[in-house]
Each structure stands twice: as C-alpha cells, then as structure tokens.
C-alpha cells in the first residue's frame, strides 16, 4: 500500500470523531461538551501563541532536559548492567520492580522532597524515564552475534571501542525503543506534575481550568496535550527510522533472499 | 620472514576440557611453517571449531600451549587475522562495508586518511572496488565473504585463520573465493590456517593437512600435497596425486569416524 493511501486511511476514524463531535456539540448545550468552535477559538486565544512562552516552552524545556539526563545515564547504566553478569543479577530485581511500578507514584515524594519548581519537574521525567531506558539497554547487550563480538576481540578492539561499535550498535533498535517508552513517560510525568503541584504549565492551566468548571479552557488544553504528544512521538519515530534504516534494509533483504 | 627452522606457528600438547565433561581436544600437537597454506580436517562435531578458538588466543587451552613466532599466544595476536564461516554475522549490518574493512585499523589507531587508502587497497585486491558506501547486507554472499576477507588483510596479518569460510556460498562462488585466497597468500606470503570439513578443498588449497578424529580430537595424521605451487580448479582436481590424497584421507577419516566412542 502506497504512503499516500496509508495515511488517507489513518485519517478517516480522527476526522470522522472530529467532524462527529462538531455537529452534535453546535446544538448540545451541555456544560461538558462545549461546541467545537467555541474549543478552537479558545485553543488559538489561549495556546497561539499567548501562553506558550510562559507555559509552554518551561513545560518542554523540563520534559527535554529530563529525557535528556534519562538516556545519558540510562545507557552506560544498562550497558554495566547487560554485561556484568553479578551486577545484573543484582540490581535485576530493582529493575523488574520498577518495571510494575506507574512512574506517576514517583510524584508525591519527589514533590516532598525536591518542591515545585522546574528542576524538581526535571529530575521527576529524568528519574521516570530512566528506567525504561536503563533497561532496554540492559536487554539490548544481548544483541550483538557472539561471532562479530569474537571478530572484535580477534582484531584486538579495545573493551570501549567494543562496547560502543558493536554492543551499543548492534542493541540500538532495543535502546531506541526504551528510549520512545521513556518519552512516553516523560510526558505523561510532565502533565501530571504540572497537574498536581506547580503554578504554571499547560497541566496546571488545564487542571485549575477544570476545578474551575471552565470546560472550554480545559478541553482548550487537553487537545494542545494530545497534539504535543502526539507530535513529540512522531518526531521521535522519524528520528529512530533514520537511525535505524540499517535495520530495516537488512531485515527487507534477508526477507527477500 | 623469520627463517624456515622456526615454525610460524606450533599447537603443543594442547587439550581442550569444558568443565567437568569429556576432552573436546586432547594433546594436539603440530606445528605450520611460514608461508605454509596449512589446512585441519576431520568429521563434524570433531571440535575444529575449539582448536581454532584456541589457536587463535580467543580461548585458553586446558593444558599445552600455542606459540606464535616463539611466543607463547594468551591473547589474539596482531600479527593474526580471522576469517569466520558466516559473513552474515561476522560483518556489522549498521556500517557501510568502508567502515566494516577499517575496524581494524580503528582498533589499531591508524589515522583516518591512511585508512581509507588502504580500505581501497584492500578491497581492490579482493576485486570489490568501490562498494564502501554500500551495506554488507546490500552485497550477495560471496561478495560479503570478500569484505570479510579484505577486512582480515587490512591489517596485513602474517597468519590469517578461516574457519570454513566457503562453507556457506554457492559451488561457483566457492571456486573463486578458493582461487582468490590462493593468489592473496601467495602475494603476500601469508601462512594461512584453514579448518574445512571439505577434503577436496583441502587437498586443492593446501601444501599440508591436518586429519583429526573425534571424541576427542586427536591428531591422526599430517599429510603432504605434491601439488606444486600452481594450481587450476580443473587440471589439479584431476591429476592423480589429487584423487589419491583425496581417497586416503577420507578413508583415514572414515575409519576414524568407525571407531568406537
């Protein structure tokens, strides 16, 4: 299927929703579901581009440079941790335990512990979304082919060499997955530290919005959220398919041999 | 080139024990002179794969000891380059085949400019020119098995190990790697250590062979090809020193395979 029908495809069930929601909320009347007009006049008041120094940017600021920590250490950490056997097995079950654990419970006693403000939001996402990545990376030392990692060590690469040439490339589809997981986490401990103590920011705009019963502010902020969110993922997969495009390529021609 | 009386490279009394379980390997001792194209044969499961692991430095004997020029191997040897059975996994998918042939040299620190030189180098004498940009997996078999093998020459190693290393392409194909490999050792007087389970690749390719049994690995063995320095994949095959060595290590082979465990 061609790239241009996929995505005509893709569009039908979001446009049906929208096209839906707009005709039946113009004559509603209902205080929770607000005419769609009303929604987007709001959204361009509110969100183009008024708030977007003052609430936006600190938001994605603190989501970036959280995820950002997150990967710089969450790789070296999984890399001790996927080929050091007695460190894996020791911190293994920290591991599996956090892995059951919603990152959202990390919010009340950082919050305690660190207060409010931006570099307590960062250390939040860093701390949430180290995880996943910490062990994606752990996962992805299994990767490399033991014959490659003897080529390696044949041609006498040094331990650094080998662990960033062929350990680190060869588990970089597992990493970079980790690392999508960890953007995912990042966003969702974005807005709901923002929801649940802060005095600006797009969660906080759209919770107090909602204390306040102004449905037309809060739904204003949900669909700026879904956006970015769905934009950051879209982003990042374009990355990562870049990145990537070795994989791909060599599972297409292994496919087709 | 050191002189003919000192081997390049002797197995002495090497065993091989996995713990707790039978020898794999058991007082193996031979020794490969320089320049020599020296093969190991033997049945399948004879643990050829063991003796080259540690005749390579990648692992440590039980007991005897491996020595390169005279020195006691503990650790793979610059001087050494490996070519393995399998290209697929052997060469790293997410580089371009430029990037694949110079990890040795990046191992090794040498400057970018002179890799790239001898990367062309390279890769013209194994008659892939100009494919640096491309990925192994863009490449067919016997054409990755090449940049495997230009990757082992980069280093311009003294002693280059294969570990049945034609075993995964294409009769024709096989043929030319055969021959290529012949040409490259005799251009650059590498001695060259073969383990094949193919005896008429063996006795077309070698000046001497290494016929093992199995459960342990034992050395039966070491035979000597007459067949001259020039060889031709259809005027060798058929002269009669060929069929005759041919038949003898084969019925030693099977004999062995015969015995007993």
């Given amino acids: 299927m061609s790239l241009r029908s996929r995505v005509a495809l893709g569009l039908v069930v979001p446009v049906a929703i929208v096209v839906s929601y707009a005709l039946w909320s113009a004559n509603a009347a209902s205080p929770y579901f607000p005419p769609l007009d009303v929604i987007l006049t709001r959204f361009r008041e509110l969100w183009l581009f008024d708030l977007v120094a003052s609430d936006v940017l600190p938001s994605l600021k603190n989501l970036g440079l959280g995820l950002l920590l997150a990967v710089i250490a969450g790789i070296p950490c999984g890399a001790i941790l996927g080929r050091i056997r007695w460190m894996g097995e020791m911190f293994g079950p920290l591991l599996d335990f956090w892995r059951s654990v919603p990152p959202i419970m990390l919010i009340p006693p950082l919050v305690l512990i660190l207060g409010i403000e931006d570099s307590a939001k960062v250390t939040i996402i860093a701390v949430g979304s180290f995880f996943p990545v910490c062990v994606a990376t752990a996962d992805g030392m299994r990767q490399a082919d033991p014959t490659l990692v003897d080529a390696a060590r044949a ?23 980790g690392i999508q997981i960890g953007l995912q986490a ?70 087709s041999s | 080139m050191s002189d003919t009386s000192q081997p390049r490279l002797a197995l002495t009394d090497l065993s091989k024990t996995y713990d707790g379980s039978t020898p794999v390997l058991d007082g193996i001792s031979l020794t490969v002179g320089a320049g020599e194209f020296f093969s190991i044969v033997g049945p399948s499961g004879a643990g050829k794969t063991t003796l080259l692991r540690c005749l390579t430095g990648l692992m440590r004997p039980t007991d005897g000891q491996v020595t390169l020029d005279g020195i006691p191997l503990s650790e793979p040897s610059p001087k050494m380059s490996l070519v393995f059975q399998e290209y697929t996994r052997s060469l790293m998918p997410w580089a371009s085949i430029g990037k694949n042939v110079a990890l040795p040299l990046r191992a090794r620190g040498v400057p970018r400019a002179e890799r790239t030189s001898r990367v062309a180098k390279v890769l013209a004498e194994v008659g892939l020119s100009g494919v640096e940009a491309k990925y192994p997996w863009q490449l067919s078999g016997g054409m990755q098995q090449r940049v495997a093998i230009a990757r082992a020459l980069v280093t311009e190693p003294e002693v280059l190990v294969m570990d049945e290393p034609f075993a995964s392409v294409d009769a024709q194909t096989r043929m030319d790697l055969e021959d290529l490999t012949r040409r490259l ?77």
């Avoid at chain 1, 960033?164 to 997955?177: F, K, M, Q, W």
């Avoid at chain 1, 019963?213 to 374009?238: E, I, Q, R, Y």
């Fill in chain 2, 185 to 261: 050792q005799q251009d650059h007087r590498m001695t060259i250590v073969l383990v094949t389970h193919d005896i008429d690749e063996a006795v077309y390719l070698s000046d001497r062979i290494a016929v093992l049994s199995k459960n342990p690995a034992r050395l039966v063995e070491v035979v000597d090809v007459p067949l001259g320095a020039e060889r031709d994949q259809i005027h060798t095959r058929e002269v009669s020193v060929f069929a005759d060595l041919r038949g003898r290590i084969l019925s030693t082979i099977r004999d062995v395979q015969a015995q007993p465990v």
């Fill in chain 1, 155 to 177: 041609m006498r690469l040094g331990p650094l060499k080998t662990m960033v040439d062929i350990y680190l490339r060869a588990g970089s589809p597992a990493i970079l997955g």
């Fill in chain 1, 186 to 255: 990042a966003f969702v401990l974005m807005v709901a530290s923002e929801m649940l103590a802060a005095y600006r920011g797009i969660g906080y705009l759209t919770m107090q919005a909602q204390v306040t019963f102004d449905s037309v502010t809060m739904w204003a902020g949900t669909l700026l959220l879904a956006l970015l969110g769905f934009t950051a993922n879209a982003v990042f997969v374009a990355i990562r398919n870049r990145v990537l495009s070795w994989h791909t390529g060599m599972r297409v021609s292994r496919a």
